[in-house]
């Protein structure tokens, strides 16, 4: 059973290099961890979405200064193991901004949106930059953020 997990898993890499796959993915390993993948973003309105798959660079949240306004990030797990405690983890610059959500318990094969929001008091510009994304038992993987006027 477990030469058939190994095999999956470099099937799984090997797919992903020829088909350019530079989706941001840590695969699953023998010690039990799960695999994350960054799928979308949120664009200037929550309602649209830009996909992240298949790209060289990071999905991009973009936020401006004044609520009400929220960005989001979907985040897949592509494994077979439930991932624990999923977050981001924002610089010390981004201190005005708030993270709304986290995925708990984000089950095998499943996606769930890490929100963000500007906090109460006056949220200031920041540039982009690259955001951790991280489990209990988890890889990272990253996306960009920034805030404008």
């Known amino acids: 059973m477990m030469k058939k997990v190994r095999l999956k898993s470099a099937l ?3 797919i992903s290099l020829v088909l350019g796959g530079a989706e941001a993915a840590i695969h699953a390993n023998s010690t039990g961890s799960a ?3 960054v799928v979308a973003a949120s664009k200037s ?4 979405f830009t996909t992240c798959r298949n790209t060289m660079q990071n999905c991009l949240v973009t936020l401006t200064v004044m609520p009400p306004n929220e960005g989001y990030v979907i985040i897949q797990n592509t494994s077979d193991v439930d991932a624990i405690n999923v977050r981001a983890t924002l610089p010390v610059e981004f201190s005005d901004v708030n993270q709304t ?3 708990e ?3 095998a094969r499943e996606s769930c949106s890490l929100a963000f929001a500007p906090g109460s008091n006056r949220t200031q510009p920041h540039p982009q930059a690259t955001i951790p994304v991280k489990g209990d038992n988890t890889g990272t993987v990253f996306f960009d953020m920034r ?3």
């Open 35 to 37: 695999t994350l993948t």
């Open 45 to 48: 309105t929550k309602s649209t």
């Open 101 to 103: 959500s986290i995925c």
């Open 147 to 149: 805030v404008i006027n």
């Open 105 to 107: 318990v984000l089950k």
């Open 12 to 14: 799984f890499a090997t």
